[in-house]
């Protein structure tokens, strides 16, 4: 499979810890995406990474949020001191600024999250 | 700024009838459109999207969608639903810099049997 992929699928973890998840992009994609969904609504943008330089970030990503993207392949997304209102799915996209399907983004199958 | 509203948080049809599934965006820049669809516990998936030229978009499973610049709206339509379209479908307006997709909230569809 040469898709999106996302690691864990599942985290539930008690409020005050810390949390990381991967997300590995297709190959030879250079724009990575985080995006945050909660219950009901649609994902909300959190980050974007142009190979390993992290452009843009949304008022969304508080300081205890934080992306990386070391080698331009995959992406880390942590939070730390995790809250109630953490709990959500975090999806990740990848992108390709070339080729036919430049302008389309690639989901992941997302990591659910929940704080208890 | 960009803004996506999908009109109808929930939308049930028969099995075998229409599907309209309705978008309107906003944008100050000419938008790169999209229809995603997601089933439960899964990523998005893309059915459809428009960026320049042709106005009806054909996308995978049957779907399509018109882009109407003076009404700011891209509906989706599939003229005979099945039960396994029955899912969660999110519209979305991308910029031409492809920075970043904002979505709607999202219409889960229903089909009856």
């Known amino acids: 499979d040469t898709g999106v992929s996302q690691d864990p699928r599942h985290k539930i973890t008690k409020r005050g810890q810390n949390v990381t998840f991967r997300c590995d992009p297709i190959s030879e994609h250079n724009r990575l995406y985080w995006y945050r969904q909660t219950l009901g609504q649609g994902p909300e943008f959190l980050t974007y990474?142009?190979?390993?330089?992290?452009?843009?970030k949304s008022r969304l990503l508080s300081d205890r949020f934080s992306a990386e993207r070391p080698k331009g392949s995959f992406s880390t997304l942590e939070i730390q001191r995790t809250e109630q209102g953490d709990s959500a799915m975090y999806l990740c996209?990848?992108?390709?600024?070339?080729?036919?399907?430049?302008?389309?983004?690639?989901f992941g199958p997302g990591t659910r999250l929940t704080v208890l | 700024a960009q803004s996506v509203t999908q009109l109808g948080s929930h939308v049930s049809v028969s099995e075998g009838a229409l599907v309209l599934l309705r978008c309107n965006y906003s944008?100050?820049?000419?938008?790169?459109l999209f229809w995603y669809v997601q089933y439960p516990n899964q990523g998005l998936q893309l059915l459809l999207k428009?960026?320049?030229?042709?106005?009806l978009v054909k996308g995978i499973n049957g779907f399509e969608a018109e882009f109407k610049k003076s009404e700011t709206s891209f509906h989706l339509t599939k003229p005979s639903a099945h039960m396994s379209d029955a899912a969660e479908y999110f519209c979305?307006?991308?910029?031409?810099?492809?920075?970043?997709?904002?979505f709607g909230a999202g219409t889960r569809l229903f089909v009856k049997a």
């Open positions: 996209a990848s992108r390709s600024t070339s080729g036919s399907s430049y302008n389309e983004q690639f």
């Open positions: 428009y960026t320049t030229g042709a106005t």
């Open positions: 990474f142009q190979n390993e330089a992290q452009l843009e």
């Open positions: 944008s100050s820049v000419p938008p790169y």
């Open positions: 979305a307006v991308g910029d031409t810099g492809g920075f970043k997709t904002i």
